[in-house]
């Protein structure tokens, strides 16, 4: 079909289009009750979503090692596999070692978990009843170390998830282009270029936060397994992963992770609480000082009571991968937010 053929059939196309949302604005009713049947069938769908998101932003930190590879005239295929196939060799290495090292320490502390709060508790002078406490989170604690493997299924929606993920990373890799064209083709010949513009912003912030965000962990979770190991605090290596974990949860991400350290320093005397106390605070200092203005500097900040209410309203909607990607999710929104308010100004002054 010739272009002269096809120009009449996308020019009604838009017509339609336009006359469908167009009548959705002036009836209310009809809106509400269309905005309703999209949230219900999102909330049910939510699994997808969230794996197609999770292949977003996988796709968004790898696109700029596929462009600097391109600029090195690799084949445009070669430049994709080469970083996407190294970032799978480097996660699956980082299991092996979690499974063989830190699995088993995990099920060391959570089975000594409770005998360390209470000599914890002891030392403060609060009775919290060890024999109750032992028993009953004994039982919970066994429970997640013996089904380490199951609970990481279920936070990334199990190995038919993950296999979905990363085939539609390496897709929307490889037909990237593509997909901001077609998705910047929905908003029709006027807003084409300026919905490009928008996906590019989201394409570099997601990215610069996924990057970021690794950066953060390896670097946090290595120094408080050393300085932990310097310090002789038992269970340093999964004190260290879960503080590298952590750190995906902003502001209150290192709090939680202090707690178990000083509880388990606790144990050993007051001054080595003291002193891990000072160590994660040290930590939190030259993060916030050192780290983050040079890591995250692409990445744009976001209000902290924003981010405390987005991982409890992801917690409470999705669990654990909601608390994860809430960050992610508002830096998304509000590059989407502000290129329709750009929109909406250009109108006006136009309009003026």
């Not at 279920?154 to 998830?161: C, R």
């Not at 320093?265 to 050192?290: D, G, M, R």
Request: net charge positive; aromatic share 10%.
């Amino acid at each position: 079909m010739t272009n002269a053929k096809l120009f009449p059939i996308v020019r009604l196309h838009m017509s339609l289009r336009y006359r469908f949302f167009n009548y959705l604005k002036q009836n209310q009713v009809l809106l509400a009750l269309v905005s309703l049947i999209v949230g219900w069938f999102v909330l049910q769908t939510h699994s997808i979503w969230v794996s197609l998101f999770l292949s977003y932003i996988i796709t968004t930190a790898l696109l700029p090692f596929v462009a600097y590879l391109q600029k090195l005239h690799f084949p445009k295929i070669a430049a994709i596999l080469i970083p996407y196939f190294s970032t799978i060799i480097i996660i699956a290495f980082l299991v092996s070692v979690i499974v063989n090292s830190f699995i088993p320490e995990l099920n060391s502390l959570v089975h000594n978990l409770p005998i360390l709060l209470d000599k914890s508790a002891k030392s403060l002078n609060i009775p919290l009843g060890g024999i109750a406490l032992q028993g009953q989170l004994t039982n919970d604690a066994s429970a997640v170390g013996q089904n380490a493997f199951n609970l990481t299924t279920k936070v990334f929606g199990g190995v038919f998830s993950v296999i979905t993920i990363l085939i539609v990373s390496f897709y929307l890799l490889l037909y990237h282009e593509a997909f901001h064209g077609w998705v910047s083709g929905l908003f029709g010949i006027r807003y084409n270029k300026h919905a490009k513009e928008v996906l590019e912003q989201v394409d570099d912030k997601l990215g610069a936060w996924a990057r970021g965000q690794i950066v953060l962990s390896f670097c946090i979770g290595l120094a408080v397994f050393l300085a932990l190991s310097l310090l002789q605090v038992p269970y340093a290596l999964p004190l260290g992963i879960m503080a590298g974990l952590f750190e995906f949860i902003p502001t209150l991400g290192p709090t939680l992770a202090a707690i178990p350290s000083i509880i388990i320093a606790l144990t050993i005397s007051p001054s080595l609480a003291i002193a891990v106390l000072a160590l994660y605070i040290a930590i939190q200092f030259l993060e916030n000082h050192l780290l983050v203005p040079k890591i995250m500097q692409k990445a744009v900040g976001l209000n902290p009571i924003m981010v405390i209410l987005g991982i409890a309203i992801g917690a409470n909607l999705l669990g654990i991968p909601g608390a994860l990607l809430a960050v992610p999710f508002i830096s998304f929104t509000t590059v989407l937010i502000n290129g329709v308010r750009s929109v909406n100004y250009s109108r006006l002054t136009e309009a003026t």
